[in-house]
Structure formats: C-alpha cells, structure tokens
C-alpha cells in the first residue's frame, strides 16, 4: 500500500502562483509513475501532469503546458506540482496519484493510490 497526501492548495487570484506537493508513505515510492490529476464540478478527472521514476519523462496536458512543472525527490517520496499564471478555469481539486508502471498513462483507471485530494481556486 501506497498513501499519498496532497498539500498546498488554496485561494489564489488569476495570474498567481501555487505549488501543490503530495508526500508518499507506506510501500516504497520507487517504481512509481506520478500523476497529478484535476476535476472541476461537473467535469471528469483527468490528468493534468505525470512523471515517470526516473524524472527523465513527463507529460504535460495541453492547458497547462507552459504554466505548471512537475518535479519529484524520490529521497523525499515526494512530488511536486508548481502551478504558475493561474487562470480560473485552473480551479478544481487536485489529486495526486501512483501507477505502478514504466510510462506515463493518461487513464486515470491505470492508477493504483489516489490522495484524498486538495482544492484549488483561482478568482477572476
């Protein structure tokens, strides 16, 4: 077993900065492809940012390309996710999850460990 603990969230006005982290304890962290996914009310879960064990790959969802980085410190079993120029269309709670696998995966049914997850407002 895998949990995962996300932080960081908040109220934040367009154009602002957040940096969401998700600390991992329990089974060991290595191996894991990481994601961070997002669902806004009345809209599906989907990802946002994955990196792989290695950190040599990640993904990027088109919406934030440019805007968010994805990093990890496997020393730490943690993740990061640093949002930058946030727009109110980036609100949503946030979720970080594990996959037990080499690549990245978009499926968020691929995912073995979810957070309980952590809201993020952005106002107009």
């Known amino acids: 077993q895998v949990q995962l603990v996300e932080s960081g969230g908040g109220l934040v006005q367009a154009g602002g900065s957040l940096r969401l982290s998700c600390a991992a304890s329990g089974r060991t962290f290595s191996g894991y492809t990481m994601g961070w996914f997002r669902q806004a009310p009345g809209k599906e879960r989907e990802l946002v940012a994955a990196?792989?064990?290695?950190?040599?790959?990640?993904y990027y969802a088109d919406p934030v390309k440019g805007r968010f980085t994805i990093s990890r410190d496997n020393a730490k079993n943690t993740v990061h996710l640093q949002m930058n120029s946030l727009k109110p269309e980036d609100t949503a709670v946030y979720y970080c999850?594990?996959?037990?696998?080499?690549?990245?995966?978009?499926?968020?049914?691929?995912?073995?460990?979810w957070g309980q997850g952590t809201q993020v407002t952005v106002s107009s």
């Open positions: 990196v792989t064990w290695s950190g040599r790959n990640t």
């Open positions: 999850a594990a996959d037990f696998g080499t690549v990245i995966r978009t499926n968020l049914r691929e995912y073995d460990y």
